[in-house]
């Protein structure tokens, strides 16, 4: 989890995990998944069999309609400091935008931040560029909770 945490806090992370019992296994290349009868193989350097397979792999801005819209996109959908794409009478925000940063704001905090100004920017109420706002995320497991800057 290295956009979310700092090294001690994910050493500390991975204590809590191995003391609830759970092996874990940093570092691994996923090759292939496979159905074999009732049970998931795994195959890493190594092959595992299991009961399940749980996958928690990020999230990715499904942003094919905008380009088919002929919008500008990269990992999402390319926005300028006010939130127009490409074509200056479409706006996109939350997770789907992509600020000229780079950064996509995939947390409830700074998408509503995004509603609020872009509400009042059509409104006319607003001419300065959309600015994120200072928020800090928690990481939450059983036994374990860490809080830093937004650094996405
Ligand atoms: C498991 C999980 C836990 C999270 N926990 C937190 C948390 O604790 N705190 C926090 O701040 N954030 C959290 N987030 C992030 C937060 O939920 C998202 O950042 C936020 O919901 C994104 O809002 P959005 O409106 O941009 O997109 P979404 O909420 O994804 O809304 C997009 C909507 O568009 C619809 N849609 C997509 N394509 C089309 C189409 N072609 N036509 C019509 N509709 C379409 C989708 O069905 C969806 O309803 C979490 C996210 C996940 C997945």
Redesign the pocket.
């Given at each position: 989890m290295e956009r979310q945490l700092v090294s001690e806090d994910s050493a500390l992370l991975l204590d809590v995990l191995q003391n609830s019992g759970v092996t874990v296994l940093l570092n691994q290349n996923i090759q292939a998944l496979a159905k074999n009868e009732e049970k998931i193989c795994v195959k890493t350097d190594s092959l595992a069999e299991f009961d399940g397979l749980i996958v928690a792999c990020g999230?990715k801005p499904?942003t094919e309609?905008a380009a088919q819209a002929g919008l500008s996109v990269g990992r999402g959908i390319k926005v300028n400091a006010f939130l127009q794409t490409s074509d200056d009478n479409v706006y996109a925000?939350?997770?789907?935008?992509e600020l000229p940063s780079g950064k996509l704001?995939?947390?409830?905090?700074p998408?509503r931040s995004q509603a609020n100004w872009l509400a009042g920017f059509i409104m006319g109420q607003e001419q300065s560029p959309w600015n994120p706002p200072n928020f800090t995320?928690k990481a939450k497991v059983h036994g374990f909770e860490a809080v830093h800057p937004y650094n996405v």
């Open positions: 999230f499904r309609l925000l939350g997770d789907v935008a704001y995939a947390y409830i905090l998408i995320s």
